[in-house]
Nanobody, 123 residues
Framework: QLVESGGGLVQAGGSLRLSCAASGRTFSNYAMGWFRQAPGKEREFVAAINRSGTTTNYLVSVKGRFTISRDNAKNTVYLQMNSLKPEDTASYYC??????????????????WGQGTQVTVSS
């Protein structure tokens, strides 16, 4: 089970930190990803991290503003979002891929999904 938290309403230029708490499986065996979906748009890859936390990948438009990290002792993956823009407004979902697979930017590679948390950035 994956449960996201930390979403909310923020002004452009502000920051939010999303968390995704995992339970029920050995968290460190799973690569983790963050995706987002805006109304009327397809789900979009945002960031991914490998099982040990040593390798990450980002959507080009968020690189340098967003940071994905994980704490395997706490079974939690994070997405620190800085310098937020109105175009970052979306529902954000965490996802798990595994066990023992590498990270991926493709939603269909992930077998487990959270329920999502809404991020709204006002201009």
């Amino acid at each position: 089970q994956l449960v996201e938290s930390g979403g909310g309403l923020v002004q452009a230029g502000g920051s939010l930190r999303l968390s995704c708490a995992a339970s029920g499986r050995t968290f460190s065996n799973y690569a983790m990803g963050w995706f987002r979906q805006a109304p009327g748009k397809e789900r979009e890859f945002v960031a991914a991290i490998n099982r040990s936390g040593t390798t990450t990948n980002y959507l080009v438009s968020v690189k340098g503003r967003f940071t994905i990290s994980r704490d395997n002792a706490k079974n939690t993956v994070y997405l620190q979002m800085n310098s937020l823009k109105p175009e970052d407004t979306a529902s954000y979902y965490c996802a798990a891929r595994g066990p023992y697979y590498s990270l991926s930017a493709y939603a269909h590679d992930y077998g487990y999904w959270g329920q999502g948390t809404q991020v709204t950035v006002s201009s």
